[in-house]
């Protein structure tokens, strides 16, 4: 019986991750101009990391993750996204020591128990900035800009940016206690889980994605109204920097975000046209976090993308990455042992000058070699038989004009570079 994936995981094709390659170099160019730089952490980390730092009322700490003891008897957990890790990183490695701000992003796998569908999957990947060290509303401002000019430049159309602020534990505490004489008689209504989350985070409710919590929800109180004078300054100061960079947005008053560790500022960028799961960025301010985790008040603020649903967006109105995969040579053998033996000391050469190389291994005949180099989109062809081998010199082929040549082996390489 054959041994499939896994569920709700991919594979990734050569067609595919050369498309995955240069989204991520668009990445890691974008980062050096916005000045962020890589950081890489452990694929699973301590449980405890996550339950502090996402939050023990989250989806994703109650239902969602890969959680299991190792030979040493320590609960370990598969990360189920990054920004956790990135601080315990900030605070274990004294980053904070360096001068600040700390400007940092991560590339890689996360993993959640989550019901596959379409845009969700068990392995997925994201991409993601950290700003450790400031309060600004600048930083903010920043995040989301990465984010927007990103979109913009992979030309993904029909965007909107939700914006929010969830306030501060001091003006929070009032919010809650509106939250929750607002849900109170509706109480016996709402699903397990925010009945659950009724004493422990009424923030929660508003992210239920139950259409019957989501209809209690929708004439909820407006944390707007509560919000403390730093809050409502901080908002006011994020969004006029939002319209001084011409980044247009719609302030969404019930938008909290999947994760308990968010303050003040609150974020999504949706994409309509890929369905139910529309959200293909999101982040915010967590001003609390890495003090939640152990370490001094520091201020931070980040977001995550899905790779994943950048290719959905784009499949969805009908766009591609385009790569270029054509092969700059392909040697064909014509001959015995001494002509195998030269093309394969010329493709050495070649390769190290940085020119992508192919030839045949297979003894094809030279009809066939001739279909693969077309089938590969070379663009030179360079001829070795007996006879080449014996006069010192092999034929190059243009293959989309059809000139050839004959020359010295030693002057293919240069030919080819300037050609």
Same mark, same amino acid.
């Given at each position: *019986?054959?041994?499939? /994936?896994?569920?709700?995981?991919?594979?990734?094709?050569?067609?595919?991750?050369?498309?995955?390659?240069?989204?991520?170099?668009?990445?890691?160019?974008?980062?050096?101009?916005?000045?962020?730089?890589?950081? $890489?952490?452990?694929?699973?980390?301590?449980?405890?990391?996550?339950?502090?730092?996402?939050?023990?009322?989250?989806?994703?700490?109650?239902?969602? *993750?890969?959680?299991?003891?190792?030979?040493?008897? /320590?609960?370990?957990?598969?990360?189920?996204?990054?920004?956790?890790?990135?601080? /315990?990183?900030?605070?274990?490695?004294?980053?904070?020591?360096?001068?600040?701000?700390?400007?940092?992003?991560?590339?890689?796998? *996360?993993?959640?128990?989550?019901?596959?569908?379409?845009?969700?999957?068990?392995?997925?990947?994201?991409?993601?900035?950290?700003?450790?060290?400031?309060?600004?509303?600048?930083?903010?401002?920043?995040?989301?800009?990465?984010?927007?000019?990103?979109?913009?430049?992979?030309?993904?159309?029909?965007?909107?940016?939700?914006?929010?602020?969830?306030?501060?534990?001091?003006?929070?505490?009032?919010?809650?206690?509106?939250?929750?004489?607002?849900?109170?008689?509706?109480?016996?209504?709402?699903?397990?889980? @925010?009945?659950?989350?009724?004493?422990?985070?009424?923030? $929660?409710?508003?992210?239920?994605?139950?259409?019957? @919590?989501?209809?209690?929800?929708?004439?909820?109180?407006?944390?707007?109204?509560?919000?403390?004078?730093?809050?409502?300054?901080?908002?006011?100061?994020?969004?006029?920097?939002?319209?001084?960079?011409?980044?247009?947005?719609?302030?969404?008053?019930? *938008?909290?975000?999947?994760?308990?560790?968010?303050?003040?500022?609150?974020?999504?960028?949706?994409?309509?046209?890929?369905?139910?799961?529309?959200?293909? @960025?999101?982040?915010?301010?967590?001003?609390?976090?890495?003090?939640?985790?152990?370490?001094?008040?520091?201020?931070?603020?980040?977001?995550?993308?899905?790779?994943?649903?950048?290719?959905?967006?784009?499949?969805?109105?009908?766009?591609?990455?385009?790569?270029?995969?054509?092969?700059?040579?392909?040697?064909?053998?014509?001959?015995?042992?001494?002509?195998?033996?030269?093309?394969?000391?010329?493709?050495?050469?070649?390769?190290?000058?940085?020119?992508?190389?192919?030839?045949?291994?297979?003894?094809?005949?030279?009809?066939?070699?001739?279909?693969?180099?077309?089938?590969?989109?070379?663009?030179?062809?360079?001829?070795?038989?007996?006879?080449?081998?014996?006069?010192?010199?092999?034929?190059?082929?243009?293959?989309?004009?059809?000139?050839?040549?004959?020359?010295?082996?030693?002057?293919?390489?240069?030919?080819?570079?300037?050609?």
């Amino acid at each position: *019986m054959a041994i499939n /994936r896994p569920r709700g995981t991919n594979d990734f094709l050569p067609e595919d991750t050369a498309k995955w390659q240069a989204v991520e170099e668009l990445l890691r160019g974008m980062c050096r101009s916005y000045g962020f730089q890589e950081i $890489r952490t452990p694929i699973f980390e301590d449980t405890d990391l996550f339950c502090r730092g996402v939050g023990a009322t989250t989806d994703i700490v109650t239902k969602e *993750m890969y959680t299991f003891e190792d030979h040493g008897g /320590r609960s370990v957990t598969l990360r189920p996204e990054n920004t956790a890790s990135a601080c /315990r990183a900030f605070l274990e490695n004294k980053l904070y020591g360096l001068v600040q701000p700390t400007k940092l992003y991560y590339i890689g796998p *996360m993993f959640r128990y989550e019901k596959p569908q379409a845009g969700r999957f068990r392995q997925f990947h994201q991409f993601g900035l950290e700003i450790f060290g400031t309060s600004a509303p600048a930083a903010d401002a920043e995040i989301i800009a990465f984010a927007w000019d990103l979109y913009q430049r992979l030309g993904i159309q029909g965007l909107v940016l939700k914006l929010n602020s969830v306030g501060c534990p001091k003006c929070r505490a009032a919010y809650r206690k509106a939250l929750q004489d607002y849900f109170h008689p509706h109480l016996e209504t709402l699903c397990g889980s @925010c009945r659950d989350r009724f004493e422990r985070n009424p923030l $929660r409710i508003l992210d239920c994605k139950s259409e019957i @919590c989501q209809g209690i929800g929708a004439d909820a109180p407006k944390i707007q109204d509560y919000l403390c004078e730093d809050c409502a300054g901080h908002f006011e100061k994020v969004q006029n920097l939002l319209h001084a960079a011409e980044i247009p947005f719609v302030i969404d008053p019930h *938008m909290v975000r999947g994760l308990d560790y968010y303050t003040k500022t609150a974020f999504e960028i949706q994409a309509g046209a890929i369905g139910a799961q529309s959200a293909v @960025c999101g982040g915010g301010r967590y001003d609390g976090l890495i003090q939640e985790i152990g370490g001094d008040p520091t201020p931070g603020v980040g977001f995550a993308l899905g790779i994943e649903r950048i290719f959905a967006a784009l499949q969805a109105q009908g766009d591609d990455i385009e790569v270029s995969q054509d092969l700059n040579v392909y040697i064909l053998v014509a001959g015995g042992v001494e002509a195998s033996a030269a093309a394969f000391r010329l493709a050495d050469q070649l390769r190290r000058a940085e020119l992508s190389v192919e030839m045949d291994y297979a003894d094809k005949s030279f009809k066939a070699q001739m279909k693969a180099a077309n089938r590969l989109g070379a663009a030179m062809a360079v001829i070795i038989g007996d006879d080449e081998v014996k006069s010192g010199c092999a034929t190059v082929k243009d293959m989309e004009s059809g000139e050839q040549c004959s020359l010295p082996f030693t002057e293919i390489k240069q030919y080819i570079l300037e050609r």
